[in-house]
Structures are given as structure tokens and as C-alpha cells.
């Protein structure tokens, strides 16, 4: 490859990472939120009432209310007690909480976890498309025969053996 196929790479991946500055921050941030899912770190909880339609069977009430995980504790006298609240078959009221992000940090996990169903997916294919083309134009950076290159390499070839690790312990 040529002079100037360098400095293109070399303008291209200035700029697109210049670009993608807040992009890359958002991901990295919401990327750490989402390794504690399964907690209530930085969770806030919220009380809930709401009316839904009367006798609505137990084992479709955590659809109705939209409740992942739902779990049953117990039915009496047409109460149903539920993790973390109750529904009242004969006049259709539940009561819950719920456990959320703040705002911010809510819509910034949602876009990291977009699906192809979902308006923002098209970001996420945007995003993985850049990140893969700063892998690739990492290697145009320097001249293949400066000493740095020959060092970036061995620290390129550590980083794929790591992640052969993490992948496959």
C-alpha cells in the first residue's frame, strides 16, 4: 500500500474517531451500567398504581403490567401479592414498584441494547461498523517499518490473546 493510502486511513480514522468522541463515551458508560443488570446499582424506585381490567388471571398479570421476571407469591380473597406488589382482582388495581435508571442513564442503556426491531438499531450497526474500522486502520498509523509498528503489533497479538481467553475460559 501506497503513501497515500496511509494518510487517507490516517485522516479517516482522526476524524470518524473525532466524530464518534460522545458516541464512543455513551456506549462505554452504558456498556459498564449494563454489566450490573442484575443489581439495583444506581437504581431508583418507583411506586406504581394502576388499573387494569378485573380478574385477570395470575398467569397473565406479569404480561399486563409489563413485569419482567414476574414471580406469584400468593392469591387470597382476591388479592394477588406478587414480588413486589399486589392486584386486586375484584376492582383490577395493582400496586407495585419498580426499580429504574435515572433518565439519562435508562436511555443510554436502551440504545446500547437495541434490537432490529427498534428504530435505533440502525446506530448500533453504524457504531460496530466504525469501531471494526478503527481495528483495521489502527494498522495503517505508522510506516510497517518503524520500530513502533513492530511493537504495536505485539501489543495488537497480547489483545487477541486475551480476548481468545476471556472467550473460551
Request: proline content about 3%; aromatic content about 16%.
Amino acid at each position: 500500500m501506497g503513501r497515500k493510502t496511509e494518510e487517507k486511513m490516517r485522516t479517516y480514522h482522526r476524524y470518524l474517531g473525532f466524530f464518534l468522541a460522545g458516541i464512543m463515551a455513551m456506549y462505554a458508560i452504558s456498556g459498564i451500567i449494563l454489566i450490573f443488570r442484575d443489581t439495583d446499582f444506581l437504581k431508583k424506585e418507583f411506586a406504581i398504581e394502576k388499573t387494569i381490567q378485573p380478574n385477570v388471571k395470575a398467569d397473565d398479570l406479569g404480561k399486563m403490567l409489563k413485569i419482567k421476571h414476574f414471580k406469584l407469591e400468593k392469591e387470597e380473597g382476591g388479592i394477588v401479592h406478587f414480588e413486589g406488589g399486589s392486584y386486586d382482582s375484584k376492582t383490577g388495581l395493582a400496586s407495585y414498584t419498580v426499580k429504574t435508571l435515572p433518565f439519562v442513564l435508562d436511555k443510554m442503556t436502551k440504545v446500547h441494547k437495541a434490537t432490529s426491531s427498534q428504530p435505533l438499531f440502525f446506530l448500533n450497526i453504524f457504531f460496530g461498523a466504525s469501531l471494526l474500522f478503527f481495528v483495521i486502520s489502527a494498522f495503517w498509523m505508522f510506516r510497517p517499518s518503524a520500530p513502533i509498528f513492530k511493537k504495536g503489533l505485539y501489543f495488537a497479538l497480547g489483545g487477541l490473546l486475551l480476548t481468545l481467553i476471556l472467550l473460551f475460559v
